[in-house]
């Protein structure tokens, strides 16, 4: 896997665009051999100069599943080390489902807080994917801040690179569009929070729903729910609390 990703990430005689693309697809293609050195490769890559060599290492980390915890913590060390480049960290965040990687909490909490909107929206979709108990006292709280509007959007970003072949490079295509959704996000965030707050509102509504399996038309519904299923949610967080620090420790391991 090595041997083949060595000469084709030298993407010899290509230039611009189809070069970046042959490189993109050779870390793709090494990304499918499970194994600690290919996690450490991706991990270097994660560190490159060049945005779509970085970001495509960040997401494709998300392919090692035999190694969640130990792949999960080089995820994290890039989303801090970029932690003001927005692609990087959607990438990022979905590389953490594809990993089911727990030990994420305090991240992901201040993720859901951040200043891009995109962010955010993968921030808050990212738990509720992963159905991530933790964060449902904090998202109950962002709840209640949230005045909603029916009929608002809110557009986000989701930026996914997927090269099929080396010379279509459909990443870069991917990337011009997700730089001029967040350049509209800047836009319509200059009109103030209160605008911000209600079209993030059925984001958090529909991630309310994937944690709780229920749907709530007020606060006092959702609070009663909290209150009456107080013992299964700390349950469910302790398990959650548990997997984090499996993995953390099979990490350590791996070393």
Excluded at 171 to 194: S, V
């Amino acid at each position: 896997a090595f041997a083949t990703y060595k000469t084709e990430f030298k993407a010899k005689g290509l230039k611009g665009e189809e070069k970046i693309g042959a490189k993109v697809y050779a870390i793709k293609t090494l990304a499918y051999t499970q194994h600690k050195k290919v996690v450490d490769q991706l991990a270097k890559l994660t560190k490159n100069r060049d945005q779509d060599i970085r970001t495509a290492a960040v997401q494709y980390l998300g392919m090692q599943r035999a190694l969640p915890g130990y792949a999960g913590t080089k995820v994290m060390a890039a989303m801090t080390k970029h932690k003001n480049d927005s692609i990087v960290l959607i990438s990022g965040l979905q590389a953490i489902q594809d990993l089911e990687y727990r030990a994420c909490e305090d991240a992901l909490r201040e993720l859901m807080r951040h200043d891009d909107y995109a962010v955010q929206k993968s921030a808050m979709f990212a738990i509720g994917e992963m159905k991530d108990m933790r964060l449902l006292p904090d998202v109950f709280q962002l709840l209640k801040k949230i005045k909603l509007a029916k009929g608002d959007k809110w557009d986000g970003v989701s930026v996914t690179y997927d090269t099929g072949t080396a010379g279509d490079h459909d990443q870069k295509m991917a990337e011009k569009i997700g730089k001029e959704q967040m350049k509209k996000n800047e836009r319509k965030g200059r009109g103030g929070g209160g605008r911000s707050q209600r079209d993030l509102g059925p984001v958090v509504e529909e991630v309310m729903k994937k944690l709780t399996g229920e749907e709530f038309s007020k606060e006092k519904e959702a609070r009663d729910w909290l209150k009456a299923n107080d013992e299964n949610i700390k349950a469910e967080q302790a398990k959650l609390n548990d997997k984090a620090k499996a993995q953390l420790d099979a990490a350590k391991k791996t070393r």
